[in-house]
């Protein structure tokens, strides 16, 4: 959208947040609300039929069984208490029960003592975003005059140190690397010994999304935990799991594996702008009790936005 400023030049409006989630939902908004809004249209009443199809409407948005079942249960309840009898009001009913199964809470950690950098640590499989929103965590912390290092701790993968390098020169952010196959946890060590010297605020840590075995990336992150914890007194101080939206229910079976090894704290959906399954949300936020913690809208440094429930929610059932 172009529009003229006082002076006379043409400027290019930037999109409120508001905005950019909006446009993020619109395949899943497409898949889910509308068809939603074509259920109810012209009904005089909510019958089993009605329910059946809203069933299905869920299952197919990946809002996941579990919580299908219970929206729908909640909204049995409120029939039965005859709260809710006009097809009209089951978009309400339906949004309210999405905002209170997104709405957990986020517990900040301790108050680090000084001298000590706060530690995010990245994990999740290949391939979802993870070194990308690192990037857009490093601009993000920046914006808010804090001073950030990275850790390319993902000595696996070949070229992750560089493309982690790539990153850290466009949020123009230092970055601590040794050579590929180094020992990640060393490179950790590291990487927390200069953010103590330099009193730096935030050390944001690239991990491997894929090892030789499962077990031992799991075995990996534990270590590296194990070390952030005896270097930095609480760290890390969040554990972020990355996940693809586009992967759907997917998601949700990997985000399991981190969360009985890792430690994860919070949660990061990436994609969200590629895909129609952007239901999973609830389905993670549901089954996992994990704070969605930020939403990837794009592969650029600003397309990162807090979550919040309230927005997601809004923006699915805007006009
Ligand atoms: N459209 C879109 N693409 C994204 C987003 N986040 C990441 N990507 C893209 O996803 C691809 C993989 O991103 P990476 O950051 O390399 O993923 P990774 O988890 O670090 O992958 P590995 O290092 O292989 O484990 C890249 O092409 C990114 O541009 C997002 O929010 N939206
Ligand atoms: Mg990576």
């Known amino acids: 959208m172009e529009f003229i400023t006082l002076f006379g030049t043409p400027k290019k409006k930037e999109p409120t947040v508001f905005e950019k989630i909006k446009a993020a939902v619109k395949q899943t908004k497409e898949n889910f609300t509308e068809q939603i809004q074509d259920l109810v249209e012209g009904q005089k009443e909510i019958d089993a039929g009605m329910l059946e199809q809203l069933e299905a409407i869920m299952i197919g948005a990946d809002v996941g069984v579990v919580t299908t079942n219970d929206v729908l249960k909640a909204i049995k309840d409120r029939m039965s208490r005859k709260t809710l009898q006009d097809p009209k009001q089951l978009r309400d009913a339906i949004k309210e029960e999405l905002r209170k199964i997104l709405t957990v809470n986020y517990t900040p950690p301790n108050e680090i003592p000084e001298g000590n950098p706060f530690v995010v640590l990245m994990v999740g499989v290949n391939g979802v975003g993870k070194t990308t929103t690192i990037g857009k965590l490093a601009r993000r912390f920046q914006a808010d005059d804090k001073t950030v290092l990275l850790c390319a701790a993902d000595t696996f993968r070949a070229a992750a140190i560089e493309q982690l390098e790539i990153w850290a020169n466009r949020a123009n952010v230092p970055m601590v690397k040794q050579k590929a196959n180094a020992d990640p946890s060393a490179v950790l060590f590291d990487a927390l010994q200069s953010a103590k010297t330099k009193k730096i605020d935030y050390v944001i840590v690239d991990t491997a999304g894929r090892l030789h075995t499962k077990h031992n990336l799991m075995a990996e992150l534990e270590k590296m935990i194990r070390i952030a914890k005896r270097e930095v007194p609480g760290a890390p101080h969040e554990v972020l799991l990355v996940i693809d939206a586009t992967t759907g229910q997917n998601g949700l079976t990997q985000a399991r594996e981190f969360t009985k090894s890792a ?57």
């Open 263 to 319: 430690g994860v704290t919070g949660v990061v959906l990436t994609k969200l702008d590629g895909t129609a399954k952007g239901g999973v949300v609830t389905a993670i936020a549901k089954e996992l009790k994990l704070p969605i913690r930020f939403v990837g809208v794009g592969e650029k440094l600003d397309d990162l936005i807090e979550f919040s429930a309230d927005d997601f929610v809004e923006s699915l059932f805007a006009a």
